[in-house]
T-cell receptor, first 110, second 114 residues
Framework: TQLLEQSPQFLSIQEGENLTVYCNSS?????LQWYRQEPGEGPVLLVT?????EVKKLKRLTFQFGDARKDSSLHITAAQPGDTGLYLC??????????FGTGTRLKVLA | GAGVSQSPSNKVTEKGKDVELRCDPI?????LYWYRQSLGQGLEFLIY????????KSGLPSDRFSAERTGGSVSTLTIQRTQQEDSAVYLC????????????FGPGTRLTVL
């Protein structure tokens, strides 16, 4: 069974702090996506990474795909209350079927 | 244009009743997914439709669950003889085709089985 484990599960930080969320698996993925979900809404795609070692930046968010394409990280610089939400990683093992991670619930306090 | 819509937004039912959940994907999207999300958790794959191909039903947890997609557009997820463990948010997503494409999610249907 392919699993994607995220850590930490919960994170509560002050506005302006930096944080990193990790997404780990023993399986290789052809691509990996990161989503953010707010209460009462569906997840919204933040980024897709497809190449081992790839780094993508989206304003204050930096995403990295591991060299072996088994893991990924999301780093947020100077977190803001608007970053609050559930962050989900999702890996595609080579087909259309995505495997979603367990999620990291982030709360940024003003 | 309009995004993915789902109805109802909330459904409360009694154990043993049947329920139908509806998903209207983005027009032109050929692929459609159903997922289940338990409280605050990640998403569990249920079923995948792609064009006129046979759906991948490998994620359906039991034979009480079924889904269809009519005319390559609207999809209905049916749960028969609901159980309390079926309580969750059911999310639908559509995408143009490829697996690296963006999945556009609906707001979900929150199902509560009493």
């Amino acid at each position: 069974t392919q699993l994607l484990e995220q850590s930490p599960q919960f994170l509560s930080i002050q506005e302006g702090e930096n944080l990193t969320v990790y997404c780990n698996s023993s399986s290789v993925f052809s691509s990996l996506q990161w989503y953010r979900q707010e209460p009462g809404e569906g997840p919204v795609l933040l980024v897709t990474v497809v190449t081992g070692g790839e780094v993508k930046k989206l304003k204050r968010l930096t995403f990295q795909f591991g060299d072996a394409r088994k893991d990924s990280s999301l780093h947020i610089t100077a977190a803001q209350p608007g970053d609050t939400g559930l962050y989900l990683c999702a890996g595609a093992p080579g087909t259309y079927k995505y495997i979603f991670g367990t999620g990291t619930r982030l709360k940024v306090l003003a | 244009g309009a995004g993915v819509s789902q109805s109802p937004s909330n459904k409360v039912t009694e154990k043993g009743k049947d329920v139908e959940l509806r998903c209207d994907p983005i027009s032109g999207h050929t692929a459609l997914y159903w997922y289940r999300q338990s409280l605050g958790q990640g998403l569990e794959f249920l079923i995948y439709f792609q064009g006129n191909s046979a759906p991948d039903k490998s994620g359906l947890p039991s034979d009480r669950f079924s889904a269809e997609r009519t005319g390559g557009s609207v999809s209905t997820l049916t749960i028969q003889r609901t159980q309390q463990e079926d309580s969750a948010v059911y999310l639908c997503a559509s995408t143009t085709s490829g697996y690296t494409d963006t999945q556009y999610f609906g707001p979900g249907t929150r199902l509560t089985v009493l």
